[in-house]
Structure formats: C-alpha cells, structure tokens
C-alpha cells in the first residue's frame, strides 16, 4: 500500500515528509523544558547549546534526560510515521528531523549537535541498530571515558554495518548525518587531540 500511494502521489509524499519532519524536529524540548522549570535560558549557560548534554548542567539530571528521550523521540515519529508512506519519504522525514533539531528557525538556525535525534532517526528506520549504536558507544566509552569520543566512533560505524546488512539507502542517510554530526563536534574534535577533552566522571 505505502509503495501505490507513493506512486499516485508522486513526491508529495517526500515534500509532505521533508516539511512534517523539519517542524518536528525543530522542536527546542531543552529550552522549553529549563525554561518550565524556571531555569531560565539554557543557551546562556556552559556551551549554549539546546541538547541534553547542556541542559545536565543546570544540574537537573532529569530534565537533562527527558530532554535526551524527547530529543530522540522526535526523530523517530518523523522516521517512522513518514515511513508508512514508503522509505524515500521515512528517509527524508528523517534526515529534515535532524537538520531542524541543528538548525531550528525559531532559535536563529542554532541548534544542538544531534546525537540523540540521529538515535531516533535509527530507532525509526532500522530498530535493531539502536543496540549496535549502544554496544559500540558502551564499548569507548568504558574504555576511554570520553563521552564525545565514543558518539564519534559509533555514528562512524552506523552507515558501515548499515550498508553490510543491506542497508544501503538508510547508509547513505546516515553517512551524511554522521558527517554533519562530526563537524558539530568539531570542537570536541579539536580538545582530544589536544588532550584536554573531560572525560565521563570528571568533576568541574
């Protein structure tokens, strides 16, 4: 059914799924959610950033991860809701989700870094990888305790394992997604090199 009406439609489907997961993704969830808890304005703290990483450092652990499930969450309704229209249009719901929680209209085009939508975007597309993404994430981290590091690695495996497990339109999906997530993290990037990155557990 989705691949007849997909076909009847023409792209609608995919400019209809662009539009509802741009949107959706747009959404601020770290700065509506401080700012509901009388936090105030968490761009003007520690990075300035809107994501669940930032929001942790108002020191409300829980805000910082209904933050990170709601970040996540978005991409993978824009995923999955778009997917019963065929993969194109799941596919472009999805990656329209991601570029609106980066670069979100109402905040100037200043968004987070996107991990945890990417994640949903997974979860929304292809379930499974979401466990593969965790393992190798677990993996880094426990032995490096760079928290950066090990998103790093794991968004560079996804569109690998992806395209070996036949995957390869969703590979390329997130082969861009991991490139554009790489160069959020480009200041992250820089500080392990430079060895100055804090390790998960650091204090201060």
């Not at 949107?23 to 990075?47: E, H, Y």
């Not at 829980?62 to 991409?75: I, N, S």
């Not at 609106?100 to 905040?107: E, N, Q, R, S, T």
């Amino acid at each position: 059914m989705p691949d007849i009406i997909t076909w009847q439609l023409g792209p609608l489907p995919t400019l209809l799924s662009l539009a509802f997961g741009y949107l959706l993704g747009s959404i601020p969830f770290g700065l509506l959610l401080t700012r509901m808890a009388g936090l105030g304005d968490v761009r003007k703290i520690g990075s300035g950033n809107i994501g669940a990483t930032n929001v942790l450092r108002t020191g409300n652990k829980k805000l910082a991860a209904a933050t990170l499930l709601l970040d996540a969450l978005k991409g993978t309704a824009a995923a999955a809701i778009a997917s019963r229209f065929g993969l194109e249009a799941g596919i472009a719901a999805g990656f329209a989700a991601f570029m609106g929680h980066l670069f979100p209209v109402w905040l100037g085009f200043k968004g987070g870094k996107g991990v945890a939508t990417y994640l949903g975007i997974l979860l929304g597309l292809v379930p499974f990888m979401l466990a593969v993404f965790a393992a190798i994430w677990v993996s880094v981290a426990y032995l490096t305790r760079y928290s950066s590091l090990s998103a790093l690695v794991a968004t560079a495996a996804c569109p690998v394992v992806l395209w070996f497990t036949g995957y390869e339109e969703v590979a390329v999906l997130f082969a861009v997604m991991t490139l554009i997530t790489w160069i959020k993290h480009r200041a992250n990037i820089s500080r392990l090199l430079r060895g100055t990155e804090s390790r998960i557990g650091d204090k201060g």
